[in-house]
């Protein structure tokens, strides 16, 4: 299966800031996926991330404020911006390059303060 | 309706029981089922995929699936200490590549 770097693994902001998280695949893959774990609470999609085109974002997830990049078929980031208590979770970067066995990455643990 | 269902409680079990859970899917044309496992603190890690009616055994877990009744089910034989953690269901819903999870449900092997 492939693995995936992502980093940072955690960090405290202030409100009102941006954080940019990266992913970084040992192989190629079509597809990435960001996800979001709220405290006590499982994964939601945020969106899926193709190269060489626009990220396709879930309901209630906005460009503006998840800007996602994926300038090659290996790495991709999120950055959330304008950030307040309410983005406080972790987010996980997912690929499933068999079509077949998701992977995740390690995570980015988020505390807005 | 929630796209995955997972309405089981905490489960404690004894070291050595069997831990039984659960997961109930919307969408009927879902061909690809999954079991995560999450430790406090981890991201999750697959433990088990299934495509197929029927049971599907690796190890001490199996996962059963019945696409009749759209439901799916993981089965944890000689539970030990290291299997406390929490356990999502996931479904790849038809027509698209992404995961639709359950809440999961947090399991204590109890020495």
């Known amino acids: 299966s492939a693995v995936i770097s992502q980093k940072p693994s955690r960090d405290i902001c202030q409100r009102g800031t941006s954080l940019t998280i990266q992913c970084q695949v040992d192989s190629q893959v079509t597809m990435m996926f960001w996800y979001r774990q709220q405290p006590g609470q499982s994964l939601t999609l945020i969106a899926t991330a193709n190269q060489g085109s626009e990220a396709t974002y879930e309901s209630g997830f906005v460009i503006d404020k998840f800007p996602i990049s994926r300038p090659n078929l290996t790495f991709s980031t999120l950055t959330v911006s304008n950030m307040s208590p309410e983005d406080s979770s972790i987010y996980l970067c997912?690929?499933?390059?068999?079509?077949?066995?998701?992977?995740f990455g390690s995570g980015t643990r988020l505390t807005v303060v | 309706q929630k796209e995955v269902e997972q309405n089981s409680g905490p489960l404690s079990v004894p070291e050595g029981a069997i831990a039984s859970l659960n997961c109930t899917y919307s969408d009927r044309g879902s061909q690809s089922f999954f079991w995560y496992r999450q430790y406090s603190g981890k991201s999750p890690e697959l433990i088990m995929s299934i495509y197929s009616n029927g049971d599907k055994e690796d190890g001490r877990f199996t996962a059963q699936l019945n696409k009749a009744s759209q439901y799916v089910s993981l089965l944890i034989r000689d539970s030990q200490p290291s299997d406390s953690a929490t356990y999502l269901c996931?479904?790849?819903?038809?027509?698209?590549?992404?995961?639709?999870f359950g809440k999961g449900n947090q399991v204590v092997v109890i020495p």
């Open positions: 997912s690929v499933d390059p068999t079509g077949e066995s998701y992977t």
């Open positions: 996931a479904v790849k819903p038809e027509g698209n590549n992404r995961l639709a």
